[in-house]
């Protein structure tokens, strides 16, 4: 086995990302630029093309070069991160900008090991931005690529005991002469073609050697564990609002889920409903219906209480209503905001 019929299909098939080169651009010379393809890959961990493509071209627009990202205010980036959700890498972003501005020159290192240093960047992310943004032959293995490999060579072992094995048969099918096309390529191919439901081999460019297509087991592949239930945690959430459209609002601690992201006040997210101490004396009321979402480890239920207060009387700080922006908050502290409102 070997990538070029793959390579040949890339050259017609690839998709047009606002990240990505193209092959015919690669070939003439031009490599993409590793502060996008690293910005790129951060935004893609845990989330699909189609919801950072409006992200990435956003953040390009801000900040179009690392020493632009690095001098950003650190609320700019967290509220146009706001909805994209696992918040640690919108920190982890700026902390990298900023190594690679003080320690680096702005410049990205091309060594693999030296990435793997810096703030957010793990094995694959490393390999990610060597392979494509640099060409060198490194092996980038992501969940598109373990199901090509999976059903390229019908290995039924389950993942995540498989992942080694799956990352060495990666490696034999690495191209040594095209090794960024290569791994975007073997992830094109798992996107659009050899998808985890209904494959579409007769497309393929690996159709007649693929040994799990012959078995006729593609679909069953590639295995897994049974995940483990998520458990539920409750917890109740205070919207405090003014006549005039100001809103009570706090900035998350810096460590700890959503951190240092803006949100409501409220109790902790416990097991068991915890007892919960409002942010400040008021008529509360609670609102109808309560707030479902569902992070990596756990689901949340929270209940939500609402006041309309005179911001006269407290000493709290509150947020004017011209300067109040529900996109600049995470997903689940949008969700709150939608059922306080119905309370009105």
Known sequence: ?????????????????????????????QLPDPYRIWLSEIMLQQTTVAAVKAYFLKFTAAWPTVVDLAAAEDADVMAAWAGLGYYARARNLLKCARVIVAEHGGKFPADRAVLQNLPGIGPYT????????????????????????????DLHAPLPKSKSELTSLATSLTSQSRPGDYA????????TICTPKSPRCA?????????????????????????????MRFGTAYVARCSDGAVLLEQRPECGLLGGMLGWPGSEWRETLPDAIPPMQADWAEAPGEVRHTFT??????????ATVDSHQTNQTFTAAEDFRLADLPTVMRKIWSVAAAET
């Open 126 to 153: 490393s390999a990610a931005i060597v392979a494509i943004a640099f060409d060198h032959a490194e092996t980038v293995v992501d969940g598109n690529v373990e199901r090509v490999m999976a059903r390229l060579f």
């Open 184 to 191: 975007q390529a073997v992830m094109d191919l798992g996107a």
């Open 1 to 29: 086995m070997n990538s070029t019929e793959l390579l040949i299909w890339y050259d017609v098939h690839a998709r047009k990302l606002p990240w990505r080169v193209s092959p015919a651009a690669r070939a003439a010379g």
């Open 203 to 231: 497309l393929c460019p690996w159709h007649d050697i693929c040994v799990a297509r012959k078995a006729g087991t593609a679909v069953e592949l590639p295995r897994k564990l049974p995940k483990l239930k998520k458990p």
């Open 297 to 306: 480890h756990f689901h949340l239920r929270l209940r939500v209480m609402v």
